[in-house]
């Protein structure tokens, strides 16, 4: 219906970075940097891709943010030294050339680290085995192994390497950086009850387990002003723990969403398995309360493949703008193809069979 489509492909804004749609890319890990975490040969191209096929918006996959505790993945890309910094410039510059935003996504994998090329061990809020097995699509392979809990110089170097980081992609020519809250990586460990057993100020009740996001967010902020745009991801399920919900429901979304807005940041993403679904027993979306909560530009991720999905999102408030994973994979085209009238493609799981990376998708799509 043409009203709807009007909706989604209306103008937004984020801070004081316009955008022509309200359609983002979300980010997506594809362990295909070089060895050195510098940008690899096909990872032009795959970013291009999707500026070229209309996506106002472009969020980076979690790309590492220091040489100590925080590469999760083999052939992950980072933003932790110049040289990492430098081989950004021609993805960013080719997503504004095709008149993309491009966001850069930080991440710390905590005790989820799958491979570490410059540190020996795993290090986290508290000593205690991840639930679940590492992801053989991206190089894993049996447990988890057991973390260190950090000490305070762990955590402030946690701090300065994403401060570090977010000055990098702001060089690397990169609109703003989404820091990943979500997910049960680092900063999700520390806000999850159960992998967070410390009684200092980082431990015990949600207050606490939020100081490290205000830590983060007001580092982050401090280094790259006021003017770049700084946002979070959120998420209640885990890659390791699919079905976690906050135990503190909407009073701990209340007070999640409250708190990030107080240290500044400029939009929140929120991701569910069905990003209209209520996000507890009833009532509300976790996109809906970010919105509520915070009433700052939202991004609602999970499970949108139809325009009508999106438009919904978008035309009933709970977000202001849409980011789509595995559909636009699928189409790298989805906001050019829907708006012409063209048909989507599904996705296959066999696009990450068996690594989720651009090589196989590549043979994937034409095979
Ligand atoms: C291969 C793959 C890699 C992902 N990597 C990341 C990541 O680096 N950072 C992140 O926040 N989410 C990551 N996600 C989660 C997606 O951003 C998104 O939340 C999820 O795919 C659900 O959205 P969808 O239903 O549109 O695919 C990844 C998902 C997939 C499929």
Redesign the pocket.
């Known amino acids: 219906m043409k009203s709807n489509i009007s909706n989604v492909f209306s103008p937004s804004n984020i801070g004081a970075l316009s955008l022509k749609n309200r359609l983002a890319l ?4 594809r362990v295909s940097a070089n060895e050195d975490g510098t940008v690899g040969p096909l990872m032009k191209d795959y970013y291009q891709s999707f500026a070229d096929g209309g996506f106002a918006l472009i969020v980076t ?2 790309l590492y943010t220091d040489k100590l505790y925080s590469q999760c993945y083999k052939f992950q890309p980072g933003l932790s030294d110049e040289v990492q910094m430098s081989s950004w410039k021609e993805v960013t510059e080719a997503v504004h050339e095709n008149d993309g935003v491009i966001i850069a ?1 930080l ?1 710390h994998a905590g005790a989820l680290s799958q491979y570490n090329k410059y540190t020996k061990g795993n290090a986290a809020p508290s000593e205690i085995q991840p639930l679940g097995e590492e992801m053989g699509i991206y190089y894993g392979e049996g447990e988890y192994s057991v973390p260190k809990a950090m000490s305070q110089e762990d955590i402030n170097e946690v701090i300065s390497g994403f401060a570090s980081a977010a000055r990098l992609a702001k060089c690397a020519g990169f609109d703003g950086v989404e820091i ?1 809250g ?2 049960g990586y680092l900063l999700d460990q520390f806000l999850t009850v159960y992998t967070n057993k410390r009684s200092d100020k980082y431990g015990g009740v949600l207050a606490n387990r939020l100081k490290i996001y205000k830590d983060i967010v007001e580092a982050v902020r401090e280094a790259v002003g006021r003017d770049f745009v700084v946002g979070i ?1 959120f998420s209640q399920s885990k890659v390791n723990d699919f079905e976690y919900k906050w135990p503190e429901q909407d009073e701990g979304a209340k007070t999640i969403f409250q708190s990030v807005l107080a240290c500044g940041v400029d939009y929140i993403h929120t ?1 569910e398995h069905v990003a209209k679904g209520p996000a507890f027993e009833n009532g509300l979306s976790l996109a809906s309360l970010a919105k509520k909560y915070a009433n700052i530009p939202v991004i609602a ?4 493949s139809s325009d009508s999905d999106a438009n919904y999102l978008v035309e009933s408030g709970q977000a202001d703008i849409v980011s ?4 636009a994979l699928a189409n790298p085209n989805w906001p050019n193809a829907v708006e012409s009238g063209q048909p989507l493609q599904d996705f296959d799981f066999d696009m ?1 069979n068996p690594l ?1 990376d651009l090589k196989t998708a590549k043979q994937f799509m034409s095979a």
Do not use: D, S, V
């Open positions: 979300a980010p997506m890990t996959e979690g996504q991440m990943h979500a997910n991801r991701t991720n999970g499970g949108i789509l994973g595995k559909i990450f989720a």
